[in-house]
């Protein structure tokens, strides 16, 4: 006998891009034979509503209904108060024992589609097909007894009455109330496994059918045809130049790139990597700066769920492995002046996401409770898979320097204002290929039994199909996903730029007209904390780069102090100027000098070189650091913290002194010296108060992103007065507010390279003993302290409101802005006649130390001098 169909058309449909339209449809069916159905039913059906039934409407489902008693309803379509359902689900049990689930493609564009019986074939042998359709019964027996159903009815009944003619209510006009959908029924654990069941086993699928339909898509994509294509345009606004960003950034930005790729994409010394020996220095810094310890980028989530049905899906945790793998890299290559090409290879990538799930146990059917969270892990990769992607960056300078700063600190945004600025975006080019293909591994939560029969579903669709998607990885990248992307890039090109991109200045909300860094800068919780308006009225841009820099470039080791800094940047850096990590060296001579003298009876030669500069262990920065920290109570103070000579080898200041002394008499004295000075835990400290207006910051045009003057220029000018002081009434926009240098020891080591005296090793000697170190120290650290006074005074402070005062002149977006602006003349100072001038003093201590200096070594020259004759007189 034929069995009972249920069966219901869908039309898959995509139109606009050529590379994107599709139409399908498809049958999809259910036959059930040989089942049995038990099921107990409260049906309360007014006797009148029965009895006074005309014949007329015997075939109107809607009359039927309206016989029973209408339940009465809420304003949300549910059960008022006191009211019962006339039509109630009570018990329901099947047993089918052949249940068919069928579907065809009946008129398909896609060739995946059309081949969808080829696949659904495999199901059925690898017995995933049965598994789904027994499974089915138990999920669609929950869906029947569920609130969810019952709500659907009742809302059902409640409308009937009004569509049945022969009712006293009815109305020939009447359109149902559009009532909210009722809350998904709270799925059992069964039918929670059958949905990531067929969640995971549909997904299988789609890649299988993904490949197909690209089995004969042609790639048409050259990485120039959006250059070809602007090259034949008659009239082009004035485009960025990407070959030569050196005319606009500076010369540094076309060498820097060079750079850049030139040590991520060429092969480094390390040591400590897993090839022992060397790597891509993309992959060094990946390591340094974003692995763990097993090489694997672990990212946590807190809030993200999803709860619905009495299930909760929470996603704990995304993991990628591999990004260390890269066998080659080159980014940001301009082959044309408005294309970029970046290429880049890896040996193996992979995606783990863990997933906790929490269902409702459902041990009593009139009580539900959660049950303990399980954890679901999704995983799948790609091995030697290799990405060559070209873009089109056809930038109007125009546009894109008349956008404003404050348009782009939330980011969200950033990419929608920068593609408003575009006249043409395209990625012309996306070359994904992959010798090896992960397919989608599921691994707890499941039952035994649908574990394996997913994961020889999954098997044995990638032993059949694995060539094939290989094959189409290219098609499916080259064609389908560039241009979801082009389409994407195009629709906010298209955007009117208002929208796009809105102006920032909307009210603020510091009340004083100037920013406040501790909303700029700190979460809006931690900024509340200290007296911000915790709103985060100024974006999270700035924020989360600051974050990156803490967290990635000046967060310090917990054992011996010292930064990530300093293998990050400054050992590269100093190693690629020097040939020596943690060394900057001055090859050339600092001082060479020499005259004669005649006095008394000795004339002679004299000569001193300095030469042989360096500053070595300059990696050595350390703890306590810390920039542009906000301080409590006070919104436009910033505090900054650096320390050098942290951890076990201090930052050296060397330099090679050579003396000599030479006349005719075969006087020969050459003293060679190489002199060192040893800074140990040296700390800085400067607290900065900064008054920046808000809208000059976040009206600020990016065209003038790197004039210094611009930036100054967000600063309020003081009023000064002819002498270019600041008036007594004006408050300053800037200042150095608190400025602290300290040492923990100052060593000087002298030691002779190649000397003729030797009173010289003796004075070396002498000025390396712990009292002179402890002196030298101390006397250090009160010149320090005296020379930081003298910063943090009258004399610094005159020449940065001189600067802030006349910036607005230098900065071509103010209206104050004259391109034939000089220096501005102010008045001489008249001389006091003080007799305790500091600066006086310290230039006094000065020379009188050099002219000390200078003593000892012409004593020591002369004594030699002396005893050489005396030695001679006696031969």
């Avoid at 500076?250 to 030139?262: C, F, K, V």
């Avoid at 059949?464 to 560039?482: C, M, Q, T, W």
Wanted: with cysteine; aromatic share 6%.
């Amino acid at each position: 006998p034929e069995g009972v169909i249920a069966s219901t058309r869908l039309l898959l449909e995509a139109s606009g891009d050529p590379e994107l339209a599709t139409w399908n449809e498809l049958y999809i069916g259910l036959e059930i034979r040989d089942a049995a159905i038990a099921l107990g039913l409260l049906a309360r059906m007014r006797e009148s509503g029965l009895m006074s039934f005309p014949l007329e409407d015997i075939l109107n489902v809607d009359c039927w209904l309206s016989a029973f008693e209408i339940p009465e309803l809420d304003d949300n379509g549910l059960l008022a108060p006191g009211a019962s359902s006339s039509i109630r689900l009570n018990y329901l049990a099947m047993a089918i024992e052949n249940l068919n689930f069928n579907i065809t493609c009946t008129n398909c564009t896609s060739e995946g589609l059309t081949s969808l019986s080829d696949v659904t074939d495999i199901l059925e042998d690898t017995g995933a097909m049965e598994q789904f359709e027994g499974r089915l019964v138990s999920f669609a027996s929950d869906l029947l007894k569920s609130d969810f159903v019952q709500v659907l009815v009742d809302r059902l009944i409640s409308d009937s009455s009004k569509k049945c003619p022969h009712s006293s209510v009815y109305s020939q006009n009447y359109t149902a109330p559009s009532y909210a959908g009722p809350s998904f029924p709270a799925l059992s654990r069964e039918s929670v496994e059958t949905v990531v069941f067929t969640g995971s086993l549909a997904l299988d699928v789609a890649v299988v059918l993904l490949a197909m339909s690209h089995r004969n898509t042609e790639i048409d994509a050259s990485p120039l045809s959006g250059q070809d294509t602007l090259q034949v345009t008659a009239e082009l606004p004035p485009l960025l130049d990407l070959t030569a960003l050196g005319d606009i950034l500076g010369s540094w930005a076309d060498s820097g790139i060079d750079e850049l790729n030139s040590y991520l994409g060429g092969k480094q010394e390390d040591l400590s990597g897993p090839a022992g020996d060397s790597d891509l220095g993309i992959n060094i810094l990946l390591r340094s700066l974003v692995l763990d310890e097993n090489r694997v980028v672990a990212i946590q989530f807190e809030e993200l769920f999803v709860a619905e049905a009495g299930v909760e899906l929470r996603l704990n945790e995304l993991r990628i492995r591999g990004l260390d793998t890269f066998t080659e890299f080159r980014a940001l290559d301009a082959i044309a002046p408005q294309t970029l090409q970046n290429e880049f290879g890896w040996e193996h990538l992979s995606v783990e996401v863990d997933v906790s799930v929490i269902t409702s146990s459902s041990a009593a059917t009139d009580q539900r409770k959660l049950a303990p969270a399980e954890t679901l892990t999704l995983s799948f990769g790609v091995s030697d898979a290799r990405a060559s992607v070209a873009l089109l960056l056809a930038i109007d300078q125009d546009r894109l320097g008349a956008l404003e700063f404050g348009s782009l600190l939330q980011m969200s945004k950033i990419l929608p204002c920068f593609l408003s600025s575009a006249y043409n975006v395209e990625l012309t080019e996306l070359a994904v290929t992959a010798q090896q293909f992960d397919s989608l591994n599921v691994t707890g939560f499941l039952s035994p039994d649908l574990s394996d029969s997913l994961s020889n579903t999954t098997k044995t669709l990638v032993n059949e199909y694995e060539e094939l998607i290989l094959e189409a990885i290219p098609k499916v990248f080259g064609v389908s996903v560039r241009a979801l992307i082009n389409n994407w890039m195009s629709h906010y090109m298209n955007m009117d730029s208002n929208v796009a991109c809105p102006s920032p200045l909307s009210p603020r909300l510091s009340g004083s007209g100037f920013v406040d860094f501790r909303d700029l800068l700190l979460p809006a919780k931690v900024a509340r904390e200290l007296g911000g308006s915790g709103l985060s009225p100024y974006g999270d841009l700035i924020r989360a780069l600051l974050d990156i820099v803490n967290e990635n470039v000046l967060k310090t080791d917990e054992k011996d102090g010292t930064a990530k800094i300093n293998d990050l940047l400054i050992a590269p850096l100093t190693k690629s100027q020097s040939g020596e990590v943690g060394t900057l060296r001055y090859s050339g001579d600092l001082l060479n000098s020499g005259t004669s003298i005649d006095i008394g009876g000795l004339k002679a030669n004299i000569g001193l070189k300095a030469y042989n500069g360096r500053i070595e262990n300059v990696d050595s920065l350390g703890a306590p650091l810390s920039i542009l920290d906000p301080v409590e109570d006070l919104a436009h103070i910033l505090s900054n913290t650096a320390s050098f000579g942290v951890g076990s080898s201090p930052l050296r200041f060397a330099v090679t002194l050579l003396l000599f002394v030479t006349n005719d008499d075969d006087l020969q004295l050459r003293n060679e010296v190489d002199i060192a000075v040893d800074l140990s835990s040296a700390s800085v400290m400067l607290e900065a108060l900064l008054k920046v207006t808000e809208g000059s910051f976040l009206g600020f045009p990016l065209r003038d992103f790197q004039n210094l003057q611009c930036w100054l220029a967000t600063l309020p000018a003081p009023s000064l007065d002819s002498r270019g002081v600041r008036l007594p009434n004006s408050s300053p926009s800037a200042a150095m507010t608190n400025l602290a240098v300290s040492l923990a020891s100052l060593n000087l080591n002298i030691t002779c390279v190649s000397c003729s005296s030797p009173q010289m090793e003796e004075f070396a000697t002498l000025l390396s003993t712990q009292a002179a170190v402890e002196d030298l120290g101390r006397v250090s650290n009160n010149l320090l302290n005296y020379a930081t006074q003298l910063l943090g005074g009258e004399f610094l402070q005159i020449q940065i409101d001189r600067m802030i005062s006349e910036a607005p002149m230098h900065c071509p977006h103010r209206s104050e802005y004259d391109p034939s602006a000089v220096a501005l003349q102010y008045e001489a100072f008249e001389s006091p006649d003080r007799t305790d001038d500091t600066i006086t003093f310290l230039i006094t201590l000065a020379i009188v130390a050099s002219c000390m200096i200078i003593a000892v070594i012409l004593v020591l020259t002369v004594v030699k001098c002396i005893v050489t004759r005396r030695n001679r007189r006696w031969v």
